[in-house]
């Protein structure tokens, strides 16, 4: 028990692959200093009666009680964090007219970074009551409220992975809302790496920079040049959007005379750690590029079904072997959890599959055969999926990866849910906190062993820490 600071105990899930989920029945999870797992046990391993003896006697122990489940925290790869002020707004009209309507005066006053504190604060808080233990957050263009976000995740304990927009074209951007010109935009970013990588050294989770050209129409082609020039001489995340709406793919088809992933790959943009949004509209080559270069997809399928008015055929799209995770894409989506990027990422695979033309038979509806994602498919893209794509040893209660759970009561009085049977098998159970864990049953939240959310100490802790 030397090395071991903490032991959970207690019933989890978490997966293998997108087809399997390993059902961990009061599994030990004994985690280091360093807020990794180190060591798993079944109650069937030898070591399992000693190893949870030694963890009381050195009060070690955290035990979850009856009704109450471990998953992994989960992973967003994709948050405007500034729109969570107009979120649930504005869902109603087409991406072009949104962004200049609202979200681009919205943004822009996050060069108040009294204002931006204000509400990332709010953001962060909200994210880790809903489960999620890492963001990838695009900020704003402004460097020092994009700074203030990296610290605020660091603060709280959330593993963000920040980045400071870039919309440096002129003839793009609506003048009071853009990068002064393309070398600051460059500069800044340059910066903005190193506060970020410096602020990293201080935390234990984790906060990382990400290079982050808005999208492809905002930028002009020497930002985006130096910006590929930068991720290679950093070695750090990108994120933006890629081939989104048939208006933002259509933009860049005109511009440069091919889609959007082939252009963010010239420009150095599609590597291991780059996660773009949406790829509705990927073409098989493209996504053929995505998978040889490590690329990942962040799926966001409330969004999509707003502003793309289309669901992207992802089941292909991960069979093809890209790398998926989910995005809330707040405010594009309005809703602050994964849990329900989860249940759209079911339901809307479904009416891909089957088609919408109702006046058609069955077989002439326009669906797509084979792309239906099942619940444990959908949760392997929150999870270990998210966890891949950003090349980070998070999204599973696995030996070797960091220790990121929420805990869910499926008891509590506020939001108890239809369990009625004790010996409900595992599976049955899986299912249903996946449909309907409400944020009450998520009574703490762990990032990197330490315990940083929760609204209610129902499990026995005996001791200090
Ligand atoms: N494309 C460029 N900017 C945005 C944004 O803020 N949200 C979405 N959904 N798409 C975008
Ligand atoms: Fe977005």
């Known amino acids: 028990m030397k090395d071991i600071v903490k032991v959970l105990k207690g019933t989890g899930f978490s997966s293998i692959s997108a087809q399997e989920i390993e059902m961990l029945e009061n599994y030990l999870y004994c985690i280091d200093e360093r807020g990794m797992i180190v060591k798993r046990l079944s109650p069937s391993n030898s070591h399992y009666y000693s190893t949870l003896q030694n963890a009381k006697d050195e009060h070690k122990l955290v ?43 919205l943004e822009s006053k996050f060069e108040d970074t009294l204002f931006a504190k204000k509400v990332y604060s709010h953001l962060v808080d909200t994210l880790l009551a809903n489960g999620t233990t890492t963001g990838l957050y695009f900020a704003t263009v402004h460097e020092e409220s994009s700074y203030q976000l990296a610290k605020i995740c660091a603060e709280k304990g959330q593993r963000g992975l920040v980045g400071k927009v870039i919309m440096d ?9 853009r990068d002064n010109d393309t070398q600051t935009a460059l500069e800044e970013t340059e910066r903005f790496i190193n506060r970020v990588k410096a602020l990293h050294e201080e935390t234990i989770q984790g906060v990382y920079p ?14 985006l040049d130096g910006l590929g020039k930068l991720a290679e ?4 995340h990108v994120t933006s959007h890629c081939s989104e709406s048939d208006w933002e793919h259509g933009y860049v088809k005109e511009r440069f005379g091919k889609n959007d992933a082939q252009v963010l790959n010239e420009f150095g943009l599609l590597r291991e750690k780059s996660v773009m949004a949406h790829c509705n509209f990927l073409s098989e080559a493209d996504a053929c590029t995505f998978k040889e270069k490590g690329s990942a997809i962040a799926h966001c399928p409330i969004s999509n079904a707003y502003f793309a008015n289309s669901v992207i055929p992802i089941k292909h799209f991960h069979d093809l072997g890209v790398e998926v995770g989910l995005g809330t894409d707040l405010s594009g989506g309005y809703d602050p959890s994964i849990y329900s990027a989860i249940r759209q990422t079911v339901i809307s695979s479904r009416v891909l599959e089957d088609g919408v033309d109702t006046e058609k038979a069955p077989e002439d509806r326009g ?24 090349s980070l040893p998070i999204g599973r209660l696995a030996e070797n990866y960091a220790f990121d759970a929420q805990i869910i009561d499926t008891t509590i009085s506020q939001a108890s849910m239809p369990i009625f049977d004790e010996n409900e098998p595992l599976e049955d159970i899986f299912q249903k906190l996946l449909y309907l864990t409400k944020r009450e049953n998520i009574i703490s939240v762990w990032v990197q062993g330490e315990k940083i959310a929760n609204k209610k100490e129902s499990y026995t802790y005996n001791g200090e820490y």
């Open 63 to 105: 035990e979850l009680t009856e009704g109450q489940y471990l998953l992994p925290g989960f992973i967003d790869l994709h948050i405007h964090a500034p729109q969570w002020a107009q979120s649930g707004t504005a869902l109603d009209i087409p991406l072009h007219q949104w962004l200049n309507t609202y979200t681009f005066p």
């Open 233 to 236: 001489a950093y070695d750090v």
């Open 169 to 177: 074209d002129p003839d793009q951007n609506p003048d009071y809302y």
């Open 367 to 390: 669906g797509r055969s084979n792309s239906r994602v099942t619940a444990k498919e959908a949760f392997y893209f929150a999870t270990a999926g998210g966890g891949e794509s950003l």
């Open 210 to 223: 990400v290079i982050t050209p808005r999208f492809v129409p905002s930028c002009t082609d020497s930002a």
